[in-house]
């Protein structure tokens, strides 16, 4: 894959339409509690301005449903980018339409403007044209950087991109280039890890994996799935009852194939998915009927390790255990500890786990964390991306 580039446009006095994943969360007193989005949208945004372009921000915030909610607004996004940016970003208060237009008239070239939350608008996830169309009358050029919804065909995705002279954003060439890197040419050996709950999501993900990875670690919500299958007793842990003959056929599958698929061998149960319950470690096999299996055990920790230590490349989604609660973030927290001591190309993806990972306080050690959840995971399960294949390829001379 080698998309056209923003580098490759002459932006210089141009209005360019910059999509951007500004999806931060944000606590009930309004403030953004996550910066990873923000910061890797920096860089393609400080370019066009250097350049001299008129840079319109376009992005999503939650899930509005195609209307206008107030907590949604884009402003304490936009406030926070100005800060990590030092210069103004100005915004108005509508996604397409005339006021942005005449925003755009007051600015000159360098400045920044910022729409409103483009999914208030009906038309955005729906990828309706007429919205693509509004789209494209604000710009000249179309950049898209929000990799994190790459695997969405909105009107801000696809349908303006159909529109535009387009390019991909500094931060969508690195993904694709760390991440396709990992999964086409790897150092060997190359070990995967998938914890996390969604099992339905991911079982795709196992069986691309399995042929393309020396090793598969599973911990997490997804473990139990599997350890069931095995005819395992899990208690009240968490399972994904519907999965279970799936998650048969995976383990036959998996039997024949030369890359190594590990699940825990011990556990941190408790009687309740609670802080300060009764607490113990068990063995996979042990887990009493009324007890559930929260944070993989010590001796999963170490067996983890052991094959971590090989490795030369990591891939990593989902948190091993339910980390949110202290009491079971420390499987989660020492395996981030342990990976981020590695000399080996470290991707995290997915929003639990980067969540995780920044938490433990070690994401400046990885050598990439991605700023897609669910694009991550289509990305790597070999999917095909319309917001990306809609991206014009460089022409060969
Ligand atoms: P990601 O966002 O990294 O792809 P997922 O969304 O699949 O990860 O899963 C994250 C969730 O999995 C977290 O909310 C975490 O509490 C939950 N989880 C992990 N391990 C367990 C477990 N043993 N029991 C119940 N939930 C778990
Ligand atoms: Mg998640």
Not at 195 to 209: E, N, P, R, S
Not at 238 to 246: L, S
Not at 250 to 277: R, T
Not at 309 to 314: G, P, Q, S, Y
């Amino acid at each position: 894959m080698n998309k056209v580039s923003v580098k490759d446009l002459d932006v210089k006095g141009k209005r360019v339409l910059l999509r951007v994943d500004l999806n931060v969360s944000i606590n009930k007193d309004g403030e953004i509690i996550e910066e990873n989005k923000i910061r890797s949208s920096l860089p393609t945004i400080q370019y066009l301005v250097e350049q001299g372009a008129l840079v319109i921000i376009a992005s999503h915030l939650g899930r509005p449903k195609g209307q206008v909610v107030e907590e949604l607004r884009m402003d304490p996004v936009a406030k926070k980018l100005a800060e990590m940016l030092g210069m103004p970003v100005y915004k108005t208060d509508n996604v397409v339409g005339e006021e942005p237009l005449k925003a755009l008239d007051m600015l000159k070239n360098g400045d920044i403007l910022m729409l409103e939350n483009i999914r208030f608008h009906p038309g955005e996830t729906i990828n309706d044209p007429q919205l693509a169309k509004e789209f494209a009358r604000l710009a000249d050029f179309y950049v898209n950087d929000a990799f994190g919804t790459c695997h969405r065909a909105h009107a801000s995705t696809v349908g303006v991109a159909e529109l535009l002279p387009s390019a991909a954003g500094l931060n969508m060439e690195k993904e694709i280039s760390v991440m396709s890197k990992v999964m086409e040419n790897p150092e060997r050996p190359l070990v995967a890890i998938l914890g996390g709950t969604k099992v339905a999501d991911k079982i795709g993900l196992i069986t691309h994996f399995i042929d393309i990875v020396d090793v598969l670690l599973i911990g997490g919500g997804m473990a139990n799935t599997f350890l069931k299958a095995k005819g395992y007793q899990m208690g009240k842990s968490f399972v994904e009852e519907d999965k279970v003959e799936a998650a048969k056929e995976i383990l036959a599958m998996v039997e024949g194939k030369k890359a190594k698929f590990v699940l825990p061998v011990d556990f941190i149960a408790a009687s309740e998915a609670s802080e300060n319950s009764d607490q113990k470690v068990v063995a996979a096999d042990s887990i009493p009927s009324d007890w559930m299996a929260l944070d993989i055990g010590l001796e999963t920790v170490d067996l983890f390790q052991e094959y971590l230590d090989t490795a030369k490349t990591v891939i990593w989604n989902g948190p091993l255990g339910m980390f949110e609660i202290e009491d079971f973030a420390q499987g989660t927290v020492e395996t981030a500890h342990f990976i981020a001591d590695l000399e080996a190309v470290k991707v995290i993806g997915g929003g639990d786990v980067v969540a995780a990972v920044e938490r433990a306080g070690v994401a400046d050690r990885m050598t990439h964390i991605s700023t897609g959840g669910g694009a991550a995971l289509e990305f790597w399960e070999g999917k095909e991306l319309p917001a990306l294949s809609v991206l014009p390829e460089k022409v060969k001379v």
